[in-house]
């Protein structure tokens, strides 16, 4: 089944002077981990307000072209069934808090709250949301009073607990240590294991290759390459247009270049050990 | 003697958590340190502490041998500027122009020199178009630089910049280099918190490793991604190619360059 589907989609904010996005189409099948990747300015962001519906819900200016969810268009959806289907957690980790909540626990849980689920569905299910993204310690603090990577995994959970199908992650380790970072790769990979499809911004290239399946690069609001991660995220044109190759790839391109040799291209520190002992391909 | 220094510093919030613990750590004038480790450390605390935002609770910060408990914020600013983790807890003023210059015109400083200043430090993080613009209409990405601006026009002796690259792309993480880069040049310190190694890598020869409100290791780079338990305490990864080097059973690699000739 195809879960999110953008046909020709061409969009200007209000008092945008040009268009944010011009003519985007793509294609995310159910369970794909899908990468939306490109420079600042690029248009990821409002792809992922378009995909929610956001925009032109919220954000008003000119939209053509059709959006798709799980085979409806967007604009058919009634705000309550959408945010059941569709899980967002926002570019900025700062604005994330609702500020009505003054413990960790009760700011996982207020979406549930909202859904009016009873009690004890709640407690068990921010109680998982703990556990998986390590929020033990800080589950009784207030989330005003977190430090900024602690406040994006509680905004992450906080998005996770409504079990949503389809999951939009707006550059969701821009504040993260390494660890955690890999931490929430992870998650990721677990979310696609139970056969969630997720939709993700990242700047990490190196673990957009080892956990992503297709990457779309966008460039000045319109795709400038796109398909499977290996096809993308091997060819040295991404650089001409704002993105970035992994560097385990970009490593061995250059030395492919500088030694003329045509070695494969390995995109991951253990393809390139796969490579070396001759198990790849 | 140390140009900014912590002795022995404990500090807790409002609320009674202690953020830090017999915390110690100098910097001399012309250095550019990496202030890295694990979300919660306490980086973001301890920088707060050298600019006068937050006062030790227990212990002493000194900046250029004076106690930060004896100055007003303002006095101490002026010396350590500061560069938030979050831009918006900074921007305050409608245009661009008017928030790069808001330090200066408050120092009363003369309207042609605030105007060259000004427009000096725009042209160096990238923003000399948007000088009417709205920082909100800017993103979160380029916030970060208007902040880095506001703080570059006040020309402090030492300049800290709380997680810049975050969120940055490949050419805005050149322009942080370069600015670093600049700052130094001109003989000032830089610290700077961030979570990307590579950046550590190719940017700083210094790194203080912070885990659970201590340093765990103050140190040269390269020796910091030698050290494994350090690195996994403080939730650390090397860089990329220094892991690839390893997985090949190559030591104390950290850069391509590096790699290209060990193979
Ligand atoms: N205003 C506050 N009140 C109470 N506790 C706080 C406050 N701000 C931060 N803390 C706590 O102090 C500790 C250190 O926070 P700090 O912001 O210094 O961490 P950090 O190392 O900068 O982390 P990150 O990498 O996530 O930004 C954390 O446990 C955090 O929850
Ligand atoms: N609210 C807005 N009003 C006007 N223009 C906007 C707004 N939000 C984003 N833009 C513009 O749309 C383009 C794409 O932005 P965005 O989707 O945020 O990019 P990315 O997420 O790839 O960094 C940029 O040129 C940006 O300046
Ligand atoms: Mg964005
Ligand atoms: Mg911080």
New binding site residues.
Partial sequence: MVAISLEHVTYRYPLGTGDALDDISFHIGQGEVYALIGGNGSGKTTVCNIIRGFIPQFYKGTLTGSVMVNDKPVSEYDDAELTQIVGYSFQNPFTQMSGVKDNVREEIGYALENLGLPREDIGRRVDAMIELLDLQE?AD?NPL??????RQRVAIAAVLVTDPQIVILDEPTS?L?PQSTEDIFNIIKLLKNQGKTIVLVEHKIDLVAEYCDYALLLEEGRVAMGGPIRDVLTDPKVMDHGGQLPQVARFFIDRNTKLGLCDPIPLTVQEAVEFKTGRGN | MAYLELCDVDFS?S?G?E?LHHVSMRFEMGEAVAII?Q???????VVKLMNGLLKPSRGQVLVDGVTTKQQRTSQVAAKVGYVF?NPDDQIFQDTIGKEIAYGLVKKKVEKSAVKAKVAAAARLCGLEDEMETHPYDLPFSRRKFVTIASALVMDPKVLILD?PTAGQDAPSTRLLADIIQGVMASGKTVIT?THDMEFVTKEFSRGIV?AKKHVLMDAPIAEIFENDEVLEEAHLKRPYIAQLARSYGIRGVLTDEELLRAM
Avoid: C, V
Wanted: no cysteine; glycine share 20%.
């Fill in positions: 800080m603090q009073e977190l430090s900024g990577g602690q504040q240590d | 919030y609320n958590f953020a480790g979300n919660g450390a306490g980086k973001t605390t983790q997680e918190i912070m």
